[in-house]
Nanobody
Framework: QVQPVESGGGLVQAGGSLRLSCATS????????MGWYRQAPGKQRELVAR???????NYAYAVKGRFTISRDNAKNTVYLQMNSLKPEDTAVYYC?????????WGQGTQVTVSS
């Protein structure tokens, strides 16, 4: 199967914004809830936001009110709008189904927030 392709990361100052995109496999996208995960150096990968196939969203406490997940069903694409970024948001961000599929990890996109 085709792996997801994440993009949109970069270096930003604290308080700034980034918008991440994830192009997914239609077969995965259509039947699963999708999630954005992140992994910081020395830490476990964590789910930061999820969106169901019907558009219901949930967020980790650390990002609630600052991040917004959305999906474009016509493009099989998931987005993560990140506002008011903090240095602790620095991580590699990945998208996957929720719960994740072991063989469906992409390369991720690096987000670095400077103080």
């Amino acid at each position: 199967q085709v792996q997801p392709v994440e993009s949109g990361g970069g270096l930003v100052q604290a308080g700034g914004s980034l918008r991440l995109s994830c192009a997914t496999s239609g077969s995965i996208f259509r039947i699963n809830a999708m999630g954005w995960y992140r992994q910081a150096p020395g830490k476990q990968r964590e789910l930061v936001a999820r969106i169901s196939s019907t558009g219901r969203t949930n967020y980790a406490y650390a990002v609630k009110g600052r991040f917004t997940i959305s999906r474009d069903n016509a493009k099989n694409t998931v987005y993560l709008q990140m506002n008011s970024l903090k240095p602790e948001d620095t991580a590699v961000y990945y998208c996957n189904a929720d719960p994740w599929l072991d063989d469906y990890w992409g390369q991720g996109t690096q987000v670095t927030v400077s103080s």
